[in-house]
């Protein structure tokens, strides 16, 4: 297995006191001197809300160049500047470069997506933009439909990508699509860093998994995480998870 693109992350120079950051468990590990090893072709980060995966994620991701608002590292449009200011405090370790690379977020990919019609609006003899995402404005198509166009057609393998939650825009059967891509590329020599709630996702094979918490940051199985735990136990037994969660007879 060869080098991944990005080796490691850790935290550069001390935080603001009275920083929100320094209250997210993930933060105070990197605070602590703790370092998140990316040694695996794909990493998931994992957690209850609140524990600070998509900022973790961005922090990275601006670190390593992208637009905190997602795409690649030439897209610099701001709709409005709501992300947090840890990517300036973060250290990506690399032990070489990617080709190719993408910052995908579920909650501005409505933004991404004006942004490629707004530049292909304007006057060029550069070929199209949108034709490097399948040739059909993302917003013709439906979420889900647009988030796996992008993955299919823009994701060209050699490259360093970054999604944000993208189970918020898949069913489960594409889901399943966005893990045989995902495979594709990994074998076409990319990484990947994924924030996710979803079981189906963390069962990607030999993925290292980082769940993330208020006491900080630890590495775990697969059936380890309480994702996959608790939707073991309630597609074992629905009724008596029912019968627990709403106090009535099913």
């Not at 929100?20 to 998140?36: F, I, Q, S, T, W």
């Not at 160049?65 to 500047?81: I, K, V």
């Not at 996702?201 to 590495?219: D, K, N, Q, T, W």
Request: glycine share 8%.
């Amino acid at each position: 297995m060869r080098d991944t693109y990005l080796s490691s992350v850790r935290l550069r120079r001390e935080l603001p006191e009275g920083s929100y950051l320094r209250r997210l468990g993930p933060v105070r590990y990197l605070m602590e001197g703790g370092v998140l090893d990316f040694d695996r072709p794909v990493t998931f980060l994992v957690g209850e809300n609140g524990t600070g995966k998509s900022t973790l994620l961005e922090g990275i991701a601006v670190a390593c160049g992208f637009n905190p608002e997602g795409g690649t590292r030439n897209f610099n449009f701001s709709t409005r500047a709501t992300h947090s200011v840890l990517g300036e405090y973060l250290t990506p370790a690399r032990k070489r470069y990617p080709r190719d690379g993408f910052f995908l977020r579920a909650e501005s990919f409505y933004n991404v997506a004006t942004n490629i019609d707004d530049m292909d609006e304007e006057p060029s003899f550069s070929p199209r933009l949108i034709d490097s995402y399948g040739g059909v404005s993302l917003h013709s198509q439906s979420h889900g439909e647009s988030f796996l166009a992008l993955v299919q057609n823009r994701f060209g393998g050699e490259g360093l990508y970054l999604l944000d939650e993208p189970e918020a825009a898949l069913s489960p059967s594409r889901l399943l699509t966005l893990m045989g891509e995902m495979d594709q590329l990994v074998k076409a020599d990319s990484q990947f860093i994924v924030a996710t709630h979803s079981p189906i996702l963390m069962a990607f094979p030999r993925a290292r998994i980082y769940e993330l918490s208020e006491e900080g940051v630890r590495a775990v199985e697969y059936r380890e995480t309480e994702h996959y735990q608790l939707t073991k136990r309630f597609l074992d037994d629905p009724e008596r998870m029912l019968r627990y969660l709403l106090e009535e007879e099913i």
